[in-house]
């Protein structure tokens, strides 16, 4: 058997191979449907106007009450005070519990849909991306994704609705006043907006990144206490993290400057519009029916109209903040699975009938997986990480894969599984790789990683995450299998914990505890990855016989990857992946 392949490469960013999902197509994600938002637009606007509506009429209640007239001329201000106070309250309620449903129901939409276009991309495709900064992305900047709603849609409508019909209100009770209410609307909006721009705007789009970035220091200072402790680093790490945070308070603060000045802006547009109406009133006062119960109307609505077209600077700074989520998040979700990742086949049928699907039972003698010049790569990366394998693995096969580090070993074992693509022919029990599901492979095909992935959870539950059906019998007899029945008792039971990633086992005991994952599973074709690395000389030879022998069985093949050498007995044979000078390798029996 042969393999032609060129040098490794280094992978590229993912910022630089793939193509990013739209910002805009994140923000249309996150606002609701009409049909769900509409209803907590429309209870708002009646809140918002009910609340200019109770100053008005109680304004003219309580000036015309001051000129003595009979009590029927105030029965009907009286009954619009009470029904606008009772209203106001209403729709508010209204407001909150319409347009909070819908923005929650959107945004639970929002993230599996998220989810839903990273998943084709898992392992393979996420390996660039800092954990940390990824977290947030998928958390705190989803999360900020719900203020486009609640934030700055609803409020700008909101807003722009009440100021408009205000200002026509007022303007058919005195032209004057109507005309320096919208003036001074105007003015508020634009000031406010270009000030609060001019001070905090790029401290909002900061926000987001600067957090991500504390996020990913946090993280690597946990994760990494012991190691940076032991080699005098923690404190220079420390002091790093320092300084993220440091930046994040100050666009924090810059930001609340930028809010502080907005607000005052429209604390004084307030007052100059309840002046320059107080200007326009009085001249009039008396004049065309004007009297004084409408002067302490056109003079007193602009406060409440303010109240309302706060909001709106307020909107425009929330828009600043979710359009830099939504930048972040979509350069966390590709518009494209790249081709060097498997698409997962979701329909029930191919373009050529019934979709192929993994035979159950396979004949004696008969290969189980057959590669045939097969090549992978990276995602990103210029040049072919492997090619032109050929390997044929029948059941009840040992065969040890060797090679030197960076000879593509673990490239081929990823491809086998389907976490990358591949050219030339991979076929699984007679059937093409490429036409079937990935999962579907993934059911034959199982791996035993070099850094296994434990769960922060008991043993029971490390196992069972194999078989959700597995007895505890079943989880002892496999326990025992791979040699760890023993520890396992002294460690208290199926319900000791191991730790957050494995923390409180042995490299060599969580090797073992994913093999008897793996077993669990009952892989027809295991593949074990470096199962040596984490654990010294003697104890990793007694793993690999532990791993051949429990892993044993008529039914299986087992390819092990290991670049140290296997005892003869234990396998059926082994395969070189060896380099030529770094332009070629090749893999011989």
């Known amino acids: 058997m042969s393999e032609t392949r060129t040098p490794r490469t280094t992978r590229m960013p993912r910022s630089t191979w793939l193509p990013v999902m739209a910002s805009r197509s994140v923000l249309r994600l996150a606002q609701p449907p009409a049909r769900r938002s509409l209803p907590g637009l429309a209870a708002g606007v009646a809140s918002a106007a009910s ?51 819908a923005a929650f129901r959107q945004l639970g939409a929002l993230r599996l849909g998220i989810f839903a276009r990273l ?16 977290l947030t992305r998928l958390v705190r900047d989803v999360d900020d994704l719900q203020d486009l709603p609640l934030r700055v849609v609803q409020p700008l409508a909101t807003s722009g609705l009440v100021a408009l019909f205000s200002v026509i209100g007022v303007w058919l009770v005195l032209p004057a006043a ?7 609307l105007v003015v508020a909006g634009v000031v406010g907006t270009l000030a609060s721009a001019a ?75 309840t002046v320059l109406a107080l200007i326009a009133a009085i001249p009039a006062l008396g004049t065309g029916g004007f009297s004084g119960p409408a002067l302490a109307v056109v003079v007193l609505v602009p406060m409440a109209v303010f109240e309302v077209f706060a909001m709106i600077p307020t909107a425009l700074s929330a828009w600043r903040q979710v359009r830099s989520s939504a930048e972040r998040v979509a350069t966390a979700v590709p518009e494209q699975v790249p081709a060097e990742i498997p698409a997962e086949i979701s329909t029930e049928f191919s373009t050529e009938g019934a979709m192929a699907s993994v035979p159950a039972v396979v004949e004696t ?37 060797a090679g030197a580090s960076g000879a593509g070993k673990t490239t081929l074992a990823q491809t086998l599984v389907r976490f990358l693509d591949y ?44 078989r959700d059906t597995a007895s505890d019998d079943d989880l002892l007899d496999v326990l025992d299998r791979v040699g760890l029945s023993d520890w396992m008792l002294r460690r208290g039971g199926l319900d000791a914990r191991v730790g957050e990633r494995g923390a409180l086992v042995s490299g060599g005991q969580a090797q073992r505890i994913a093999l008897a994952r793996a077993l669990l599973a009952d892989f027809p074709v295991l593949i074990v990855d470096e199962p040596t690395a984490n654990v010294d000389t003697g104890l990793g030879d007694r793993l690999v016989r532990d791993i051949l022998s429990a892993s044993a069985g ?28 770094g332009l070629s390798q090749g893999v011989t029996p």
């Open 51 to 101: 609340a200019v509506a109770l100053l008005a009429c109680s304004a003219w209640l309580i000036t015309r009450a001051a000129e003595m007239p009979p009590i029927m001329f105030l029965g009907t201000a009286v009954v619009g005070v009470r029904a606008f106070a009772l209203s106001r309250s209403a729709f508010r309620y209204l407001e909150r519990l319409l347009s909070h449903d």
């Open 119 to 134: 998943l084709p991309l898992a392992p393979a495709g996420l390996s660039e991306t800092r954990r940390g900064d990824l």
């Open 178 to 184: 109507g005309v320096t209410l919208a003036l001074c």
């Open 199 to 273: 001070l905090s705007a790029r401290s909002e789009r900061a926000l987001a990144p600067l957090r991500g970035a504390l996020a990913d220091e946090v993280l690597e200072v946990v994760e990494n206490l012991d190691v940076l402790t032991a080699f005098g680093a923690l404190d220079a790490r420390l002091n790093r993290l320092r300084i993220v945070e440091d930046s994040l308070r100050r666009a924090a603060l810059r930001r609340s400057v930028g809010a502080g000045v907005q607000a005052a802006v429209i604390s004084l547009s307030a007052g100059a519009a």
């Open 365 to 401: 003698g008969a290969p189980l997986i057959e590669l045939t010049g097969l090549g992978a790569s990276w995602p990103g990366a210029g040049q072919p990480a492997v090619a032109g394998v050929t390997l044929r693995l029948a059941a009840g096969d040992r065969v040890h894969l």
């Open 423 to 466: 050219t030339g022919s991979y076929r699984v029990n007679g059937v093409e790789a490429r036409d079937l599901a990935p999962s579907d492979v993934r059911r034959v095909v199982g791996l035993c990683e070099q850094r296994p992935w434990l769960f922060d959870d008991t043993i029971r539950q490390n196992l069972l995450f194999a």
């Open 554 to 581: 008529a039914g299986r093949a087992v390819l092990l990857i290991s670049h140290t050498p296997v005892p003869a007995g234990l396998i059926s044979r082994t395969v070189t992946l060896r380099a030529n000078a």
